[in-house]
């Protein structure tokens, strides 16, 4: 579950969240959102203060997906002996 899911789900507002946390509430809001990423430690009081339903691996990016300019990686040719 995400820290947005989780706070939709309690009904728990970004102050509270923030006070409860201790950080600042545009910092929790702008992780709330997607834009910034917590550091370690705040992302483990997040999963302490939610009861472990907020995972560490919530805040992990999403995995790279390779643009279609660029061409399929391929081992190179073994050379025959």
Do not use: K
């Amino acid at each position: 579950m995400t820290l947005d899911e989780y706070m939709e789900w309690r009904g728990i507002t970004d102050a509270t969240a923030a006070a409860a946390l201790g950080c600042a509430r545009p910092h929790l809001t702008n992780i709330r959102n997607g834009v910034r990423s917590p550091s370690i430690d705040l992302a483990a009081r997040i999963r302490d203060w939610s009861g472990g339903c907020v995972t560490l691996d919530s805040f992990a990016p999403p995995p790279r997906v390779p643009s279609v300019a660029e061409p399929p990686f391929h081992l190179p040719a073994e050379d025959p002996e």
